[in-house]
């Protein structure tokens, strides 16, 4: 099977690579996949809690290529989109950015789910702290 | 000498032909074309000479009586087909039982599943931890229903070699027909159906250096005579048991690489293992946490099976597949998209049947590729477990297994 190019370039030069502290204020963490199943993404946002735009994001991936891309794609996506925005990115945004075929499309099903479960932490440690930023 | 990449570490799934095997071959497809059943002409009879002579050198190479013994294939698949549905149609009213175990490759599992769904019996016998199949476990199986015993002589993920002799002494004793699957030992490790009881041995010709598109099923005429269904019907070539024009040329370079590999199997089995073995050396002195799968002692001499714990094997193989072909159990490299069921079946976790690298080293390989090798798969390994959450979380000292994971 041959990659796209942009998945051999995120593979090759992942972006955003690392991690958060997991405590730190504003940082939300997902932790999706499992290991029997040949994929684990860890994706990391850090929120400006004043303004409640990510303004960092970083991840970990066991995977293959095309997870490591996605989910690389996926902290590049993140950062500077308001918590709200980032709720919106769909899986199939990134399976047509990465030109993912079929067989690799959980690739982007589970680089969702790790953004929602970041959101979701996120929203859950800054609940009763940051719940006026996002009403406004 | 400068490296000429890629370089080609994947001698398990294929070879590449021996010079001398395509120039053995070249004269049969062009002046020497006749058709070897053609038996009233000279071209009919110089196709037959050659491709006798062929069968004659597959023969010594494993210690059959007989040439004729040797029906050929289309390949190692074909040879698995024509032995357990030829067998399992033929003596169907003596029983219906077979016993096969769960590391065969996927033609020896696949015509299993076929056959149960067709009202036979089979039992799949379990592997040791260490890639060996327990010879009592086969003698467990065994019940007064049972026509056939197959199992693969040496593994084609793990290299693990079998007790093959002793299989074959226990179908004896059992007055059972037994089958191996030996399209990875021929001509990589000494065979001789005589002294290991073999009834029926599939072997395909593009794992030693020679041709895709032909293989050879052994069927034993002597003690006791085998019989088989034929899979096609048509001119009744292969004393009946396999219809269709020989493909000649494919035949001889078959023969050809057969003849080789018997003159030069001792010297090169050491002479991979020395590299196989300085790989391994490499590898395993630089990256913690790597578990060798398959038995040490007990493997072909060009396997190098690792597993890279948090690593998954399809991002490895890509770390290093512009330059160095190599394959893995990960799930994302099988068309089946399932991981290694054999490494699943040594008892590893499934995590590590994903993380799962073969290496398999062949004729042509150097030591100067095999210290690059190595090395850059040194790199790879450890670019990939800084990119993981799994290698994270244990050096924090988390145990993997107590985690909750949410799983798709």
């Not at chain 2, 003596?94 to 039992?123: F, M, P, S, W």
């Not at chain 2, 093959?164 to 000494?190: C, M, N, R, S, W």
């Not at chain 2, 003690?223 to 004393?239: K, N, Q, S």
């Not at chain 2, 493997?299 to 690593?311: E, M, P, Q, T």
Request: proline letters at 4%.
């Amino acid at each position: 099977m041959a990659y796209s190019e942009k998945v051999v370039d995120h593979y090759n030069n992942p972006r955003n690579v690392g991690s958060f502290g997991k405590d730190t204020p504003g940082v939300g963490t997902g932790l999706v996949g499992a290991p029997e199943c040949g994929d684990v993404m860890k994706l990391q946002i850090k929120v400006n809690l004043e303004t409640g735009v990510i303004e960092d994001a970083k991840f970990k991936t066991f995977g293959c290529g095309s997870a490591i891309a996605s989910s690389s794609l996926a902290t590049e996506w993140l950062k500077g989109k308001t918590v709200d925005e980032a709720a919106k990115i769909k899986n199939t945004d990134i399976v047509n950015e990465l030109k993912l075929p079929p067989v690799k499309i959980h690739c982007s099903v589970l680089a969702e789910d790790a953004i929602k479960a970041a959101l979701a932490d996120y929203k859950e440690k800054n609940a009763s702290a940051a719940a006026p930023v996002a009403s406004k | 000498m400068a490296l000429k990449f890629p370089i080609f570490m994947d001698a398990q799934s294929t070879t590449p032909c021996d010079p001398r095997v395509v120039e053995a071959m070249l004269p049969y497809f062009t002046e020497k074309f006749g058709h070897p059943a053609s038996r009233n002409h000279p071209f009919g009879w110089e196709a037959e000479a050659a491709v006798d002579a062929a069968r004659g050198k597959l023969a010594r190479l494993i210690g059959a009586r007989d040439p004729k013994e040797l029906v050929f294939t289309s390949g190692g698949t074909e040879a698995i087909n024509l032995a357990l549905k030829g067998v399992a149609e033929m003596y169907r009213e003596k029983g219906n039982h077979i016993v096969t175990t769960v590391i065969e490759q996927r033609a020896g599992i696949d015509v299993c599943k076929r056959l149960e769904r067709q009202g036979y019996e089979v039992t799949y016998v379990p592997v040791q931890p260490d890639g060996l199949i327990d010879v009592e476990e086969i003698r467990k199986a065994v019940t007064d229903k049972t026509i056939l015993i197959s199992v693969m002589f040496a593994n084609n993920e793990i290299g693990t070699i079998q007790d093959i002799a002793a299989i074959g002494k226990l179908a004896k004793e059992k007055g059972i027909i037994f089958h191996t699957d030996a399209t990875q030992a021929v001509g990589k490790t000494p065979i001789d159906v005589e002294a290991m009881g073999i009834d029926l041995l599939s072997c395909t010709a593009h794992l030693i250096y020679g041709p895709k598109g032909v293989g050879a099923l052994y069927v034993r005429r002597k003690g006791p005579r085998v019989r088989l269904a034929p899979l096609f019907d048509g001119g009744g070539h292969e004393r009946g048991m396999r219809s269709g024009t020989l493909p000649v040329p494919l035949c001889v370079g078959f023969g050809r690489a057969a003849e080789i590999a018997q003159e030069s199997m001792a010297a090169e089995n050491a002479r991979i293992a020395k590299l196989r073995d300085r790989l391994q050396d490499v590898i395993l002195s630089s990256v913690d946490e790597a578990f060798l799968n398959g038995r040490p002692d007990r493997r072909l001499a060009g396997n190098l099976n690792i597993s890279f714990a948090y690593v998954e094997g399809e991002s490895v193989l890509m770390g290093l597949n512009k330059e160095t072909a190599l394959s893995s159990g990960s799930a994302c490299t099988s068309s089946t998209l399932e991981p290694s069921y054999v490494i699943a079946a040594l008892g590893a976790s499934a995590e590590l049947a994903h993380s799962s690298i073969r290496f398999s080293l062949h004729r042509f390989n150097t030591d100067e590729e095999v210290e690059y090798v190595g090395q850059r798969t040194i790199e790879v390994i450890k670019r990939l477990r800084e990119m993981s959450p799994l290698y994270e979380l244990a050096k924090e000292g988390i145990d993997l297994k107590t985690i909750k994971w949410k799983a798709e």
